[in-house]
Structure formats: structure tokens, C-alpha cells
């Protein structure tokens, strides 16, 4: 894994600097923080949102630790749900890349999530299963955009961890802004494939996942909104997961035209008696991310 991960950070790092090698002659492309049409952000939207559009045309970085409580009622006679990990940090890169670049006629869009994971019981961690996900965003209009593009899974250092194995899939996003900015609302989903069965080298498919969006602009640059609770479905057994989220936040801006983004956050799941897998009761999560001005 730690092989895969050096060689990802050295693309995206190679990626971050095409942009500033391309400026001068591309400079009515370079991305604003607070929104241009041209590269895909919505320009009507109000900084509080942007700040928590999961595809915002501004190079940002995020970094957050969730802590769990697990519930551990019985899934079949004398089986008890198993449990998941105890706790974890995880990081986020948001860079985008202005249309024409790689040839693309659309704003590029490139998230790269990467999480360390405590074990459950504790005593280890690892790296948990990494995402990559790139969106193009061939849609777009005043206030709202939709973008689709590929989404892969790196394998997690152990099993312990998360899925030990490459997954591939698609990625797609719908965003929409109303009441002049205030609220944003859309859907982020995701579909991976892999050889996830342990007794098979067939291709199965994973979760599909179904991650509603929806983030209200308060007084003095505060903010709700119902946090990173995305619906999954499990497509072998038929089932669903469905947590219920809210979470409170506040952007400050600096002098460098950036803006600083803290939330805190809380989850459960509502709907998971069916669910075979591992279902939290409770999550707290803490965040702080920073977007780059111009």
C-alpha cells in the first residue's frame, strides 16, 4: 500500500503544478474560490457552501478524525454484528484542473481520500482503503453542474483495515444551488467493482453508494448541514445502510484570499437491522480543511 500511496502523491503533485506552469497562458482559466462557471463551481453560491461542495474548483486540503460506537445486536441466531474500526484519520486533496487541460473540453475535477485506521479492539493501525476519484464536468450552468468521470479504490495495507484488493468503478455528481445561494443540495455517488469475495476470483460488485447533499448558509458564516452520511446498498443481500447526519460549521477567510472551514459532526445509522455488515450507533467527526485563493 505504501508503495501505491507514494506513487499516487506523486501524480497528484504532478498534476498540482500543470496548473501553475500553464497560468500565464491560460490565465482566464485559473480556477476562483468563490466560483466560476467556466471551470465548474457555481458563482451564485455563497462561501459557506463552496467551502463544502465535494467538487469545488479550488485546490483544497481537509483533514478530520471520526470516532465510533458500534452496534452489537444479533444479525442471525448466536451471531453477533461484527464490529468496526475504532477510530480514524483522514485526509482529503481536492485539485481541479481548468478545461483544455489534457485536451479535456471540461473542467476537471480530481478528490483523493486517504484514511488511517485504527483496528477494531484497538492496539493497530493501518492504511485503510484510499479513493480516487476524478470528475469531469461536461453540464454546468449558473448555479448547479453535474460531473461524472472513473473512481478507484486502492487496497488498504491489511485486511483489518478495509478491502485488501483494487477497485474500479465510476463516480457522478449532481449540485444544484437555491434561495440566491444560501442552500446547495445534489447527490454524490459512487459504484466500484472487485475480487471482494475471499473464495472467488470472480468481479463483484461493492456497495453502491448514494451520498445526499445538503448544506444551508447561516448568519455571521456559520453553517448546517447533514455532513458526509452517504445511503449504501448492497447489492448480493439486498439491503440497505442509511445513517442520519448533522453537522455545524463555520468558514473564516485570511488575507491570502483562502478560506478556513471547521465543522464538527455527528452521524448514526437508522435503518440497519438488515445490514450484515458492521453499523455505527454513534460518530462523532471533527474537521479542518483550507481553500486556496486565487
Do not use: C
Not at 486517504?114 to 448555479?143: C, D, M, Q, R
Amino acid at each position: 500500500m505504501k508503495k501505491y500511496l507514494i506513487q499516487t502523491i506523486a501524480l497528484l503533485t504532478l498534476i498540482l503544478m500543470m496548473p501553475q506552469a500553464q497560468a500565464a497562458e491560460q490565465k482566464e482559466m485559473v480556477p476562483q474560490a468563490h466560483g466560476d462557471v467556466q471551470d465548474g463551481t457555481m458563482p451564485e453560491a455563497e462561501e459557506e457552501v463552496n467551502t463544502n461542495d465535494p467538487t469545488a474548483a479550488a485546490i483544497s486540503a481537509s483533514f478530520g478524525w471520526e470516532f465510533y460506537n458500534w452496534y452489537d445486536d444479533e444479525i442471525a441466531p448466536g451471531k453477533t454484528r461484527p464490529q468496526g474500526s475504532n477510530n480514524n484519520f483522514n485526509s482529503r486533496f481536492v485539485i481541479p484542473l481548468a478545461a483544455g487541460t489534457f485536451g479535456s473540453p471540461w473542467p476537471i475535477i480530481n478528490r483523493f481520500t486517504f484514511s488511517n485506521v485504527e483496528a477494531p479492539g484497538g492496539g493497530t493501525s493501518g492504511s485503510g482503503n484510499a479513493e480516487f476519484i476524478t470528475l469531469f464536468v461536461p453540464w454546468k450552468w449558473k448555479t448547479g453542474k453535474i460531473g461524472i468521470g472513473p473512481a478507484i479504490n486502492l487496497p488498504a495495507d491489511d485486511k483489518q483495515f478495509g478491502t485488501d484488493v483494487w477497485r474500479y468503478g465510476l463516480a457522478g455528481v449532481i449540485l444544484e444551488n437555491s434561495f440566491e445561494g444560501r442552500l446547495m443540495w445534489g447527490f454524490l455517488l459512487r459504484q466500484v467493482w472487485g475480487e471482494t469475495d475471499p473464495n472467488s476470483n470472480s468481479i463483484i460488485a461493492s456497495p453502491f453508494v448514494l451520498q445526499p447533499i445538503a448544506v444551508y448558509k447561516l448568519d455571521e458564516s456559520w453553517y448546517i448541514s447533514n455532513g458526509e452520511s452517504p445511503i449504501a446498498y448492497h447489492w448480493q443481500d439486498k439491503e440497505f445502510l442509511v445513517p442520519l447526519g448533522i453537522r455545524l460549521g463555520k468558514t473564516i477567510p485570511d488575507d491570502k484570499g483562502g478560506i478556513w472551514n471547521a465543522y464538527v459532526e455527528y452521524r448514526t445509522n437508522v435503518i440497519y437491522k438488515d445490514w450484515n455488515g458492521a453499523a455505527a450507533s454513534d460518530i462523532i467527526r471533527i474537521n479542518a480543511s483550507y481553500t486556496f485563493g486565487n
